[in-house]
């Protein structure tokens, strides 16, 4: 079946533009992860949400990043502002568990965020 | 602000051998996930183990557990070259999965 797909899976903003990265989770799955790795490192994660409810958003590093999954499917990661310290791989992940019993979650192939 | 650290960083090893990587975290977590990631299939969920369980087997894959010096270690056994990855350990603490740095293996051929 079909797996978590994100799209773009590549995007270069120029410094100052405001990007906006989409994950299309398994059908089905009630948790949604959004990670961001730098290059050499493990994913660190920004937010979660449980159907459409953000219930941690601990992670997002500044008030330029935004996310939403406004139908509890769908969810988008909304970057304002690009600086180049966000130049990073953009990590999805859906997983049919809730809250703290997440266990195995299902990661998209990613996108890549360059900014110049 | 990654909590797992694995050991070694970096792991070179001939096709056949055995690795061995070793993962330690700071705080407590429920239970103890091993992930692997590499170009063709991204990060890939290989083996959960529990905070109550000190060993768990999955083909060649062996991974322990010691809550009391919180540590764990992830064995693969007889390696093949499509081995080669990044293989992270990630702990689960409320909503966030944490992930280590991760170490890098490459098996030759």
């Known amino acids: 079946g079909a797996g978590v797909s994100q799209s773009p899976r590549y995007k270069v903003a120029k410094r100052g533009q405001d990007v906006a990265l989409r994950c299309d989770p398994i059908?089905?799955?009630?948790?949604l992860f959004w990670y961001q790795q730098a290059l050499g490192q493990g994913p660190e994660f920004l937010t979660y949400?449980?159907?459409?409810?953000?219930?941690?958003k601990s992670g997002l590093p500044s008030d330029r990043f935004f996310a939403e999954r406004p139908e509890g499917s769908v969810s988008t990661l909304k970057i304002q502002r690009t600086q180049q310290e966000d130049s990073a791989v953009y990590l999805c992940?859906?997983?049919?568990?809730?809250?703290?019993?997440?266990?195995?979650?299902?990661f998209g192939p990613g996108t890549r965020l360059t900014v110049t | 602000s990654q909590q797992g650290e694995e050991d070694p960083q970096a792991l070179s090893i001939q096709e056949g051998e055995n690795a061995t990587m070793n993962c330690s975290y700071k705080?407590?977590?429920?239970?103890l996930q091993w992930y692997r990631q590499n170009s063709g299939r991204g990060l890939v969920h290989l083996i959960l183990?529990?905070?109550?369980?000190r060993e768990k087997h999955s083909g060649r894959l062996r991974v322990t557990l010691d809550t009391s010096k919180k540590s764990s270690s992830l064995l693969i056994t007889a390696s093949r070259a499509a081995d080669t990855a990044s293989y992270f350990c990630?702990?689960?603490?409320?909503?966030?999965?944490?992930f280590g740095a991760g170490t890098r293996l490459f098996v030759k051929a």
């Open positions: 183990i529990r905070s109550n369980e």
């Open positions: 990630a702990g689960l603490r409320g909503f966030k999965t944490i």
């Open positions: 059908s089905g799955h009630v948790s």
């Open positions: 949400f449980q159907n459409e409810a953000q219930l941690d």
């Open positions: 992940a859906s997983s049919p568990f809730e809250g703290t019993t997440i266990y195995e979650q299902y």
């Open positions: 705080t407590s977590i429920n239970n």
